[in-house]
């Protein structure tokens, strides 16, 4: 079990409302992702869930029960931290075994279980390490064995790769997705980096500035951004927002249309000229300049010659352009 | 970043060390202020009543108040200069790579370790002595006449004592300083054309500011309230008497409890003096 | 610094420091090469001294006309047994000011600072008549409680600085992990600062064991620590330099080694963390 809801959460410090007032439903099971940029009150929102702060007002229910007031110890969920978080002067079973021994178990019911913790996380030949002695993703793996021997009700985690580089980062999300498909427990999960919420969420939640921006599948937000934030947000490269005579054309104060569904023709659409190109091989990233528009990011395919100065036009894909109205929302 | 609930344990659990604190600090303070105040006279049980400030006014007005002020500033202020100086050469020096630095540093720290009554009495007998003294001994084999240092110059040789005894101190602390000291930047200052002088000038001095202020301030403070040296050496006598021996001699062997108190406050006034700057500079630094 | 120096710069500098350095720990030296020589001897010239036989019946001296070691055991019951005690005060004082700050601690901080700032003599009449009141006076009780309360504003502030280094998320981490708070100081936090605890005991050790100034004021023989026995000799009959120099070393000599020990912390712990 692990159903949690947050009713109108409210967050202050001191005079700073961090967290206006969220109200939000994450199902048993699910894989929720919190995403949003630096100082948006997402790592605040998780923490307030954890108990490690207290809510201002609004409530927050655990499987049913008003879990508003109880201590972290008590609310039956376990965390990773950004930065680990691992006891330095413990080894690893020890560390493994902290809340086992918390929770007053036999030392031969903490054995077994840190045993099967372990096994799943390949750190059989490590418990007897110190964590100075493991690299990052030994850690990695640490932290998470410490939370998964507690059988939490849901795992939260913190950011928990931003300590990692680019190659273990990848191989850490899929183990994660992979622990997560043989648990079957509540996940949430707090990045700022929108390519871990587009590929391991069920559910992202997307946050600016304390505020709910929208909520759904990785796709959904892909196909179907609910206002300019979130269509800037989510994508890589992002999308390209453009306001003015172009947008009015279509009815809209802003209309986006992504790298990717923009198309090289020969004649017709908006004509500019290649300011920087990058061939990656798979794909050319191309920064244009045009007239009507200003510059523009395209996405193209890997077999693009064009280079720095060559004239281009380029046309948005019919049906792929997005239009937002002038509070920044979406148009139907 | 906490909870009401760590918010609330946090409060228990300073609550013991403010309490005790609070208590060791108020109570004596504000009993020793009620007897300034007070006609107290363990000679003259008999009188007794309200003084106003006629206690103060007596400690102030008393010749021995002001040589020992006098005596208190000489001893802080020489023994200040002696130690910074000396300890801003001595950690040049030792910051300069030669053989045994480590032995070096723990002969040079050694005396901060001795107990005050240990360093002053080695002084005062082994070295100092007009007869059987080192000096004594240096000067009669050089065919001079032995120096009574304490007879004859008791406060020049108790801040000799006491700056033995702090130099290492401050040695210390500017020494870990200049350790902290950007080696890269001195690298830069010798490209640009700058000499030895110069880099000292502008560029080590004014890294060694803070460090120098507070050897200044901690000295201060401690040495305000030097009184094993004294006791040890002169017993006081009128020529090295400090505010805080006075105090403490006519608290312990004179009689008169009004006026011994009227004198610790005043040191205390004094001594409040020096502890704002200080604690304004700690202060600035705690968040830094 | 990366910098080379030439030998004979180095030379020069090696003598220069060891010069220097030789001239700083010579009276300790001197006392101890005292302590090692007869009455008569310790008083000649130097060079006599230094070629006189050499033996310990100073040392002998010492323990059997006074009571050395009941000194000594003060010394160490005070200054251990004060600074234990400003430990257990203050270790749940610090933790709370490191990890759960307020707008207040900072002014807290100050405050128990400036508690070390006031002169004693300003409080010696009450304390004395206090003390007398209560049958504190020459108590090693009396004197622990004292020493502890003077200890345990440094105490805190070295502590805080100590544990301000740890991560506060992995006090977090035993939150989460169902840790109360006596578990979360008691497994987690005291551990990880051991190394500061133990500079922390240390160099509080060392100042209360040199403290001078209430153990002159407030023992006389029974409660009385090596400073008052030192003390002692400063009105003396007879020869007794070489009694002095024994008594000294004696005195000395364990805090000399632990203050070699704590040299580090030492600048740490007596400019609150404003050098490092």
Known sequence: MGQITLNAVRKCFGEVDVIPSIDLRIEDGEFVVFVGPSGCGKSTLLRLIAGLEDVTSGGITIDGTDATELPPAKRGLAMVFQSYALYPHMSVRKNIAFPLKMAGMTPEQQEAKVQSAAKVLNLTNYLDRRPGQLSGGQRQRVAIGRAIVREPKAFLFDEPLSNLDAALRVNMRQEITELHQSLKTTMIYVTHDQVEAMTMADKIVVLNAGRIEQVGSPLTLYEHPANTFVAGFIGSPKMNLITGIEAEKLGATTIGVRPEHLDIVDSGGWSGVVGLSEHLGSDTFLKVGTKEVGTINVRAGGGITLRHGDAVRLAPRPGKVHRFGSDGKALS | ?288 | MARKSSTPAKVVVTAAAWGIGFLIFFPILWTILMSFHTEGDAIKSPFEMLTSPWNFDSYAEVQTRSNYSLHFFNSVVISVGSTLLALVIAIPAAWAMAFVPGKRTKDLLMWMLSTKMMPAVGVLIPMYLGFKNMGLLDTRTGLVGVMTLINLPIVVWMLYTYFKEIPGEILEAARMDGASLRSEILYVLTPMALPGIASTLLLNVILAWNEAFWTLQLTTHDAAPLTQFIASYSSPEGLFYAKLSAASTMAIAPILILGWFSQKQLVRGLTFGAVK
Request: glycine letters at 8%; a neutral charge; hydrophobic letters at 55%.
């Open chain 2, 1 to 288: 970043m906490a909870t009401q609930h760590s918010r609330l344990a946090a409060r228990f659990m300073v609550a013991p060390s403010v309490g005790f604190l609070f208590v060791w600090m108020i109570v004596p303070l504000v009993t020793t202020v009620y007897f300034s105040f007070l006609v107290y006279n363990l000679l003259h049980p008999e009188r007794q009543g309200w003084a106003g400030f006629d206690n103060y006014y007596y400690f102030l007005t008393d010749r021995a108040f002001l040589t020992a002020v006098w005596h208190s500033v000489a001893l802080v202020v020489g023994v200040l200069c002696i130690t910074v100086v000396g300890g801003i050469l001595l950690a040049l020096l030792l910051n300069l790579p030669f053989w045994g630095q480590g032995v070096v540093r723990v002969l040079v720290i050694a005396p901060f370790f001795v107990m005050p009554t240990v360093s002053a009495l080695v002084w005062k007998n082994m070295f100092m002595n007009p007869v059987n003294g080192m000096f004594a001994h240096i000067a009669k084999g050089l065919g001079l006449q032995p120096y009574d240092f304490l007879g004859h110059a008791p406060m020049l040789s108790i801040i000799g004592i006491v700056s033995w005894e702090w130099l290492p101190f401050a040695t210390l602390i500017l020494l870990t300083a200049l350790q902290s000291l950007d080696s890269e930047q001195q690298e830069a200052a010798e490209m640009d054309g700058a000499n030895w002088m110069n880099r000292f000038i502008y560029l080590t001095l004014p890294h060694l500011t803070r460090a120098i202020t507070v050897v200044i301030l901690i000295q201060t403070i401690f040495l305000l309230s030097i009184y094993a040296e004294i006791a040890v050496t002169t017993g006081g006598g009128p020529a090295s008497t400090t505010i805080t021996y006075l105090v403490a001699q006519q608290s312990l062997y004179g009689n008169d409890v009004g006026g011994a108190s009227a004198g610790g406050i005043v040191a205390v006034i004094l001594a409040n003096i020096v502890a704002v700057f200080v604690m304004r500079m700690i202060g600035k630094n705690l968040d830094a």
